[in-house]
Antibody
């Protein structure tokens, strides 16, 4: 069974940093690209970042480019998102999601999310 | 960025009804369109990918259609567990893979 478990969320002051983790199990982790998606409180879904299976390519939404860094450790079946220079508008539930590795990309498995709150 | 617009924002229906949700893309995305279901406090769940392909494990009462810029998600014979929020998402070549704003399906 595919499982994705996020952790690392919490309360942080504006300008602060946080590192989110997502531990994967139940599949060959390094065969799959992985994404981070966030959901602002009571709002819709926003794609945040993508990393390829070998970690060689990364992509970001304009809203986080230059502030967030996605990475992975395939030896530990783990995905990370480093959040720097945090703003109040980054307050959200952050999900990791697996790319289905298909001709038409879709996010076929999701973690339960970890909540990031940016507030003084 | 490709914009995704869903309608309606809210939909009221009864158990046993059939409903349709529409998603429009701001440009041609061929069939690179996914549908997700999200229940309160839970992660989204993939229902349909590539516009019309039912994800493994999703009930067959869910179906998707469309191509180009207009797509629909149809739910036949609504069950109590279907009342949730539904999101479309494009996965055409250009990032970001934007989502629609969501359609909340409520019990009438």
């Amino acid at each position: 069974e595919v499982q994705l478990v996020e952790s690392g969320g919490g309360l942080v002051q504006p300008g602060g940093s946080l590192r989110l983790s997502c531990v994967a199990s139940g599949f060959n982790f390094d065969d799959f690209s992985m994404h981070w998606v966030r959901q602002l409180p009571g709002k819709g879904l926003e794609w945040v970042s993508l990393i390829t299976g070998d970690g060689g390519s990364t992509y970001y939404a304009d809203s986080v480019e230059g502030r967030f860094t996605i990475s992975r450790d395939n030896g530990k079946n783990s995905l990370y998102l480093l959040l720097n220079s945090l703003r109040s508008e980054d307050t959200a539930l952050y999900f990791c999601a697996r790319d289905n590795h298909g001709q038409s990309v879709a996010f076929d498995n999701w973690g339960q999310g970890t909540l990031v709150t940016v507030s003084s | 960025d490709i914009q995704m617009t869903q309608s309606p924002s809210t939909l009221s229906a009864s158990v046993g009804d059939s409903v349709t949700i529409t998603c429009r893309a701001s440009q041609n995305i061929i069939n690179y369109l996914n549908w997700y279901q999200q229940k309160p406090g839970k992660a989204p769940k993939l229902l349909i990918h590539a516009a019309s392909r039912l994800q493994s494990g999703a009930p067959p009462r869910f179906s998707g259609s469309g191509s180009g810029t207009e797509f629909t998600l149809t739910i036949n014979s609504l069950q109590p567990e279907d009342f949730a929020t539904y999101y479309c998402q494009h996965s055409y070549t250009t990032l970001p893979y934007t989502f629609g704003q969501g359609t909340k399906l409520e019990i009438k």
